[in-house]
């Protein structure tokens, strides 16, 4: 059976799989000794989520009615608070803090519906890197090519390997920088950043207010669609589906489409030839506003001026040493930035969303690929400033969809067998449905 959560709901809803079953299978997975399970959840609700699916299963038996998603299982990233439990976000300064009084908003929520948690999966410390790696609680690595080792990506590391691993049918990351998207797409998964004020940001650790935004992660489209709207609030219904033929998309031609690894440009562009066949019209434009800016993984940025702010009692006390190195280094980099610049750096924004919204206003969506290059190797970045230039590769295309607030997801596109691709998806601001509508149409061509 395809993880899919619909599936999945309709089987243990029918009684031909019970909820028990389910979550034994994600628990099995969970502690394979030859899988990635110890490196993928910082902590793991073995108990909890039995004893969550036996109730499930009996309350099944008595002919109850039960949440439409009830005994789906679902990972959360250490980012979001648990009632009775400490939210770390992947790091030890915080193991010693005092357990959350209530769940987030979006974890409730999604209990609500029923799914049952299986875990907080790992992550990049305080979700400040695109990499994944995690000096504390270890490397979750993308399921392609693990021989070599290669990264899951950043920071929603742990997310994306336990759907990727079938130890969770989906899962709930973070999107500041492409934290959901890199992840991804490194994993051969489906990626959504929501539209930032379309996510309750109660109970979910900060990295940059401005920027954060929830998102789900999951094996296809539809399952994206059901954990967005019941997160912001809905009902948990999968969009209906835009017919493919003469729907437009704009591929921002410039840096975003420069320097692409061999295997990237090859599955992108039999991707557009797919979607030409199916009756699409893609066409190049010049974004300038975007090719004026630096791209937005630069020390000196909204983001790391908030990630400072956030920071600074800590990285001015005596707990500094127990920060990563690499990640502490990135977050002294918002120490200097003047309220003037801050300020300024809001107004350019502005323009810049202003600017692209006309050019691109004719377009359903903009297709660009998810990163420049496919996982790479943790044997090739050995020393911080390695670290710190893969860092910024491997968020310069996702980094914009932020900047600019639009909705983005990622679908993979690449041939089975080889290495995760992502094709990313971008639409409108604050028109996150209406996206995922289109990405539910066009998903079975891209993929191919």
């Known amino acids: 059976m395809t993880y899919l959560i619909e599936n999945i709901a309709r089987h243990i809803a029918d009684g031909s799989l019970s909820a028990s079953d389910h979550i034994e299978t994600c628990l099995a997975a969970i502690d394979d000794k030859n899988g990635q399970g110890q490196n993928t959840f910082i902590e793991t609700y073995h108990d909890r989520a039995r004893a969550e699916a036996d109730a499930v299963d009996t309350a099944r038996k008595n002919g109850w009615i039960l949440p439409p998603f009830a005994g789906v299982s679902l990972s959360i990233k250490d980012l979001f608070d648990v009632a009775g439990e400490v939210t770390k976000a992947g790091s030890i300064l915080l193991a010693d803090s005092p357990p959350a009084n209530a769940d987030a908003t979006i974890i409730a929520r999604l209990r609500q ?15 400040f890197s695109g990499l994944g ?14 021989a070599t080792g290669r990264v899951s990506g950043g920071s929603s590391s742990g997310s994306a390997v336990s759907v990727s691993d079938k130890m969770a049918a989906a899962t709930i990351g973070s999107d500041t920088g492409g934290s959901t998207r890199a992840p991804a797409s490194y994993c051969g998964i489906v990626g959504l950043k929501p539209s930032t004020a379309r996510m309750p940001s109660d ?20 399952c994206v669609s059901i954990i967005d709207s019941i997160i912001a609030g809905g009902s948990g219904i999968r969009e209906t589906a835009f017919a493919a033929a003469g729907l437009r998309l704009a591929i921002p031609d410039g840096y975003l489409m420069e320097d692409l690894d061999t295997d990237i440009a090859a599955a992108f562009d039999a991707a557009i030839d797919r979607l030409h066949g199916a009756g699409v019209h893609v066409q190049k434009i010049r974004l300038d506003a975007l090719e004026a800016m630096r791209p937005s993984n630069n020390p000196k940025s909204i983001v790391s001026a908030e990630a400072y702010a956030v920071h600074r009692h800590w990285l001015d006390s005596d707990h500094s040493e127990k920060y990563d190195p690499f990640i502490g280094r990135r977050l002294r980099g918002g120490a200097d930035i003047l309220a003037a610049d801050y300020i300024d750096m809001f107004e350019k924004r502005d323009a810049v969303c202003h600017a692209i919204k006309m050019q691109t206003r004719g377009f359903d969506a903009l297709m660009l690929p998810t990163t420049p290059g496919i996982a790479p190797a943790i044997a090739d970045m050995p020393t911080i400033e390695k670290q710190l230039a893969m ?14 607030d639009r909705p983005t997801i990622t679908i993979p596109c690449h041939q089975h067998g080889t290495a995760p691709v992502g094709l990313s998806l971008m639409g409108s601001r604050h028109h996150d449905r209406r996206l995922l509508a289109i990405a539910e149409g066009l998903e079975a061509i891209i993929r191919g």
Do not use: C, K, Q
Not at 116 to 123: A, E, P, V, W, Y
Not at 133 to 146: E, F, K, Q, V
Not at 396 to 402: F, H, L, M, P, V
């Open 203 to 222: 109970g979910v650790f900060p990295l940059s207010p401005s920027f954060d935004a929830a998102g789900p992660m999951g094996n296809s489209v539809a």
């Open 133 to 146: 790696m995690n000096a504390h609680y270890g490397n979750p690595l993308s399921p392609y090519d693990r």
């Open 391 to 404: 860092n910024a590769r491997s968020l310069r295309n996702t980094a914009i969809s932020n900047y600019l």
């Open 113 to 127: 519906a029923g799914f049952i948690l299986i875990g907080r999966t790992n992550m990049t410390e305080f979700a």
